[in-house]
């Protein structure tokens, strides 16, 4: 891990902060969460979901055009993977955990995981590969079958389930959202506007970058 990478966990996680401005970053963290707590999980994972379903319907259209040019082509499925690395890595370190100590389907949460795994291996396969190569757009588009049949069985099933449980939404939703701007700046990311606010560009300077 990068040492901007140690310095921003320091931020974003002030309770196991060791320097000495722990405290004021504590005491900054605590007015975060009481500011922040509209972040709904469920409505977040949702609309990452739209997200990356809006990157795949566009890469279809690109395909269908003619002045398309590769180089285009290649960034957006750039930025639909990492996207994606973001969305699944959120899922699978707070949100299923939480998940399966709220709801009692545990064969739901494991065919999730399980699906999550397979695209993370069209991901990797991509990331490397380029623009030109064979197969290269066949497996983006095969991805992003894959990818909405997961998030429609996630939204009707899981985030239903999980709506019904008793489980603090609003709580998760802040984690999560921490997390996801920690993980778009480790990445080099540039998150979007409406998702960071003055105090969190402050916090994740790095999160503004583009995908290299
Ligand atoms: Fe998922």
Known sequence: MSLTAVDHKEHVMPRNATSKSSAKTAAKSSHRRTAKSSHDAIKMLTEDHRKVTDLFDEFEKMKKRADTDEEAKQLLIETACAELTIHAQLEEEIFYPAARDAIDDMDLLDEAEVEHATARQLISELAAMQ???????????????????????????????????????????????ERKLEL?????????????DEEDAAIAPNSRRHIH
């Open 131 to 177: 623009s030109g190569d064979d197969l290269y757009e066949a497996k983006f588009t095969v991805l992003g079958e894959y990818v909405k049949h997961h998030i429609e069985e996630e939204e009707k099933e899981l985030f239903k389930k999980v709506k019904k449980s008793d489980l603090d939404l609003a709580e998760l939703g802040e984690e999560l959202h």
């Open 184 to 196: 778009h700046a480790e990445l080099g990311v540039e998150a979007d506007e409406e998702e960071m």
